[in-house]
C-alpha cells in the first residue's frame, strides 16, 4: 500500500504504477479509501463482515452506553462463578439480574429492559436456549487465566509462566521427582491375616532420574512401603547410584518442595565432633559434593557476580515451583503412554477413566481375596520391562523448540566433545550410603544391625576387611551401609570423621549342611595380618629382647664349644682380670681380680631336687653349675671430671642473661 502511494506521489499515474505492481486498480483504489479512512486497521480483510451491525452493538445502542458497560461488568462476573460459562451467565443475569460492587458499595443491578426482551424470546417455541449471538459470548467469557485467579492464587500461578530457552549443556543439570505409577505390582510381605498369600500388591511409588539438557533417563527406583511413601533416604540412595555410576553433574540438581529439600538431600554444614556421630557429619548432601565448570560456562557468564552466583564450588539445588518448569513432567507424560503397553495398568485417570477390570482385580487382591501373583507382575520383573521402555524412550527422536534429537545421541555426542563427568574418590562414597551405624570391630568384622520393620525381629549385616580391622580390633568405627543394597561395599570412619577404607560384605554360613570354605579363608587372613602386625611389633617387647648376662655366657659357651677337643675333655678358657667369675661371689679367685681357669663342669642335675637359690639371688658357695640369675657386677667406672658447681652456676647466669636481652624469658 505504502509502494502505490509512493509511485503515485513520485509522478506515476494510477494505471502505470498499478500495473508494475501487478494488482488490479480497483483494489488498489478501494485499499486507499480504507487507509485514509482507518489506517492500517481499515487494511485488514472484512470479507466476513456482513456490514449490518451485531446484537451486542444493537443492545449497547438500545442500553446506552452507562448502563452497557454495568452490564458486561456483572455478566462477567457472573461467568466466573459459573465455571467460565458465558451463556449461563447471560441467562441468570437476564432474568434475576445480579450485584456489583463500587465505589459506594455493593449494588443490586437489575438487567436493562432490551437485555431482558432478548433474552426472553431465548429458548422459547423450537429455538435451543444456547441460541445466544456469538457477539454476546465473545464479550463476557472469561480467558482461562482469569478462570484460574479466580480459583486461587496457586492455580493461577500455575498457568503463568515464561519461555525458557536452553542454556546448558548434557551433564550440567539432572533432575527428578516422584509420581504414582498407574500399574499395579507385588514384592512378598509376611503372610498374616491381612496379607494371607505372602506377597503385598500396590502401586507404590516410581522415582526416575534424567538429564535436563539431553532429556536421557539414567535411573528409577521402585519404592514399597507399608504406606507405599517414600523418604529422603529413598531419594540420597537413588542418587548415590546415579553418581557412582554416571558421575556427579557439573553444575547442580533440580528439584521440587517437601522430601526433596531435606536435610539429607540438600545437605548441611558438616561440624565434625570428636567421639561422636553427629546428624551433620552423616549428611553431607549436596552442598558437600565439588562442581565442575567448564570453559564453556565461564565464557558465557562475564559478569563476576553472576559467575560466583550460579558456578559455585559446590552442587547447586534448583527448586521448581511450576510444573513447567520441570521437564521431568513432560517426561512423565511421555513414559506413561508407553507404560499403557503394562500388564496391570489401571489407567492414566483412574479417578474418572480408569480400567475397569484391571481396577477390580487390583482391589480384591488389596483385600485379601484374589492371590496378586496370579494377575499381576513381581517387583524385579516390571522393573525388566520399565527398563526396556527406557530404552525404547532413548532411542526416540525428541522433536521441539527446546529439545531436539535422540537423547541417547545426545548424551553421548557431549560426553565426547567435553568429557565425562566428575567421579568422587573412595574416601568420600559414604555420602551415598543410606543408613550408619557405631559397631565395634570384633575379630576382623563389623556388625551393623537393625529391626526389620515388617516382621520386628533385628537383621545383622557383616562386613569384613581383614588388614584394616586386624590393628584396631576392639575399637569403635563409623560404618556407612546401604540397608537396600546391604551387598555393597560399607565405607568405615573412625570417631573423627576420617575415611578409613572400604569393607566387603559377607554372609554367614551354616555350620552343618554348607561346606563353603569363605569363612575359613577370611579366617586366616585375618590371622595372617595379625601375626604380620604382631612381628613387626614383637622385637620391641623387653620380654623378647635377650639379657646381656645370658649373651655373655652364651658367647663364653659357644667359645668353649669351639675349643673342645676331640675327645669330649673339658676345654680351658683364659678370662680378662675385668670380667666377672660364674662361679660363686665368695671364692678367692674372685676377690683378687686376677685371672684364672675356668672350668665347666657338666654334670647331670637331679630332676627331682629343686634348685637352691639364696635371698640375693645367687647360686650357693658349693655349687659348680653355672647360676640362672647371676649377681651383677659391681661396676668399676668412674666419673672423668668431677663436677664444679660454682662453673655450673655462672653457666647459668649467663644464659639467663643473654635470654633476657633477647626477649625470650620475662620477669613477673
Known sequence: ???????????????????AMGLPLVSLKRWTARYEKEGFAGLVDGCRRSGRDSVAEKLRKACGEAAWELTLTAVRALALDLDGSAGAAWRQFARIGGEIKTAAGTVRLDAPLPVRDYFAAVGEGRRSKHSISKSLLHLVKPTPILNAAHRGHRQFSLRVWTPRRLDILPGDVFTSDDTTPIWAWWVPWPESKEYPFGCKVLQGQFLPVIDVASQQPLAFALIAREKSSYRAADIWALFGYVFDHFGLPRLGVQLERGSWEATLVAGAKVEYASGEA???????GLRMLPTNVLPWHEERLTNPELRARLLGKTLKTWTSYLPKSKSIEAFFNRSQKLEGTLWGCLGRDQMRRPFEKAKKIFEACKRGVEDPRLHFLRGDEMASRLRDL???????????EVFYGKPEQVW????????????????QRYLFRRDWSL??????????SRMDETTGRRISYFYQNPSLFAERDSQQVIVYFDREDFESPA???DLDGRHLG????????????????DGHEARRLYAGAVMTIYAQIAPHCPSRQLPSEIATRRKTAAMEARWQDGRGASARAQIASNTPSLQDSNSSAAETGEGQDLTIRQRPVDPVAPLQFSMRGTAPADSTDVPRHPQLPVSS????????????????AQREAEARERGELLET
Do not use: N
Open 439 to 448: 559397631c565395634k570391630i570384633t575379630q576382623g568384622w563389623v556388625k551393623p
Open 637 to 652: 667406672a668412674v666419673p672423668l671430671a668431677t663436677f664444679d658447681r660454682e662453673a655450673a652456676a655462672k653457666l647459668i
Open 502 to 517: 572400604e569393607a566387603e560384605y559377607f554372609s554367614r554360613k551354616g555350620m552343618f549342611l554348607e561346606g563353603e570354605m
Open 491 to 493: 565405607q568405615i570412619h
Open 1 to 19: 500500500m505504502l509502494d502505490f502511494k509512493s509511485r503515485v506521489a513520485g509522478g506515476e499515474s494510477l494505471k502505470r504504477a498499478a500495473r
Open 412 to 427: 553421548t555426542d557431549a560426553m565426547a566433545e567435553h568429557g565425562d563427568l566428575l567421579r568422587l574418590p573412595e574416601d
Open 278 to 284: 553427629s546428624h551433620t557429619q552423616r549428611v553431607g
Open 390 to 400: 527406557m530404552t525404547y524412550y532413548a532411542g526416540e527422536r525428541i522433536e521441539g
